[in-house]
């Protein structure tokens, strides 16, 4: 039973570029959500995805979107990049909104 | 807002030893769920413990035990026998009961193990 996946594993983008992360649930879970890891901090919530809809954002502002496919997997859109952007970003899905959150191991990126 | 924080940027032990990492959050909610998180340099998140609010027992798994303290709004987590496979970050986190899965991070301590 595959866990949650994420690719691509390591992303370097410019400032001002778009980029696209993937993230595939756990066999069976119908919910993803996304986090920021900044280096040296905890992750914080960017949004969370249930029934291919937007169920909770975080603050973050809308250059930050995403979608949720009929598969249940997901996607994190940036648009515009800022250095500020690089972080650890981070997929984590569940049983359905209050289910148990298993991670995946993230997408690095790095802004240049 | 809920917050978490966690005092310990650092901590280090002795393989064999008994350390115990600190964290406290606020809330004013009665009813929600505390974890810990352990975050190896391989970046998986892995949930080390749960602890509900309303159970009044610490939880323990294995090696790993809580100390929670609901009218302090403490959780600390106690790793007994430690092994230098807990070398990690370790992040406390919160979560509501009630509406979605979103999870509220503390600034994390990071374990050092001396063999």
């Known amino acids: 039973d595959a866990g949650v996946t994420q690719s691509p594993t390591h992303l370097i983008k410019t400032r001002g570029q778009q980029v696209t992360l993937r993230c595939s649930p756990k066999?069976?879970?119908?919910?993803v959500s996304w986090y920021q890891q900044a280096l040296g901090q905890g992750p914080q919530f960017i949004f969370q995805y249930y029934e291919e809809e937007e169920r909770q954002r975080g603050n973050f502002p809308d250059r930050f979107s995403g979608h949720q496919f009929p598969n249940y997997s997901s996607e994190l859109n940036v648009n515009a990049l800022l250095l500020g952007d690089s972080a650890l970003y981070l997929c984590?899905?569940?049983?359905?909104?209050?289910?148990?959150?298993?991670f995946g191991p993230g997408t690095r990126l790095t802004v240049l | 807002a809920q917050t978490v924080t966690q005092s310990q940027p650092e901590m280090s032990v002795q393989e064999a030893e008994t350390v115990t990492l600190s964290c406290t959050y606020d809330t004013s909610e009665s009813d929600y769920y505390l974890f810990w998180y352990k975050q190896p340099p391989s970046r998986q998140m892995i949930l080390v413990i749960r602890?509900?609010?309303?159970?009044?027992q610490n939880a323990t798994e294995n090696r790993f035990s809580v100390n929670f303290q609901k009218a302090a709004k403490s959780f600390s987590l106690k790793i007994s026998d430690s092994q230098l496979g807990d070398a990690a970050m370790y992040f406390c986190a919160y979560r509501n009961i009630q509406g979605a899965q979103k999870l509220v991070f503390g600034q994390g301590t990071r374990l050092t193990i001396n063999p």
């Open positions: 984590a899905s569940s049983l359905n909104r209050q289910g148990r959150p298993f």
């Open positions: 602890q509900e609010a309303y159970k009044q």
């Open positions: 066999s069976g879970h119908d919910t």
